[in-house]
């Protein structure tokens, strides 16, 4: 669509200057001494062309544009809704990953509108951050249960190739998310989630076990994050994931999860193209903790009365 307007902006562009030519060239060739009316008149007849095409032009980027605007807008409208079919199977198949992503999307949304980021994108960008997950829920440990742990294995290999499963996730969500025709800046995100960082639980179970591996075979194939949407996204997935390990109980553990997490993805350098400012960083990290804190209130409240 782009590409037709731009042709047709040249085209008219070209239509004009050959129109000009041609008349200053027939002047030349017959000798004709242009009388100074038609020459005003041919004047007028080129600034007019001018006009039209630039209002003409003007007028058909600007529609489009804010077509294009609606048409995401409809989008992202639909994929917001819970009753979205995907966001139905995530939560029948899927049922640890499904509440994983209402926390990611509730942590990062918060800290989206304290810094003036997109905070729809982001609220409904977490919804489907890994949908890509659905290929093989079993396979991530907030959808398994204790039994699957005894079943698991330590040879070099069997780690190595679960590590290749759990990184295929972002690949298997982009896919899903293009076949459900899911918003452009969705699908970013969601190839964008894990950066290239590490899948650190099975490199470290490696390295604790001393088995030969290769670091490069636990490393997500990235990009790292290229908006803030996209680093507010990638932030409040790992600090809701640790939390999850962890369970925190008191105030003192969740800002140990949220600032340990902050400073392992700048050490990273999983931020650095995201633009997101020191400043908003630390803006950031603060409304994470409280938004931590909210998740885990209760069970907080909970320990502090036993103690009691
Ligand atoms: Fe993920
Ligand atoms: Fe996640």
Redesign the pocket.
Known sequence: MKKTKTKFFYYSISILALFIFIFLFISYVASISVPSHALKIAIWLAISVIMAVAITYGYTLTSSTIADAMFTLRRMIRAENLSNPLLLRLSSEAPGTYHHSLNVSNIAQKAAKAIGANSLLVRVASYY??I??LNEPGLYVENQSPSDFLAEENSAAWIRSNAKKIIS??ES?VKIAKEAKLPNDIIEIISE??GDSKALYFYRRAQEKKLKIRASDFVYSGPKPSSRESAIIMLA?CIEAHARAVQPENTEAINNIVETTVHDKLKEEQLKDSGLTTKEIITVSNVMKEALLAIYHQRINYVVKNEA
Do not use: T
């Open positions: 951050h890994d890509g997950k996730h972002v969500g989630h894990h997935d």
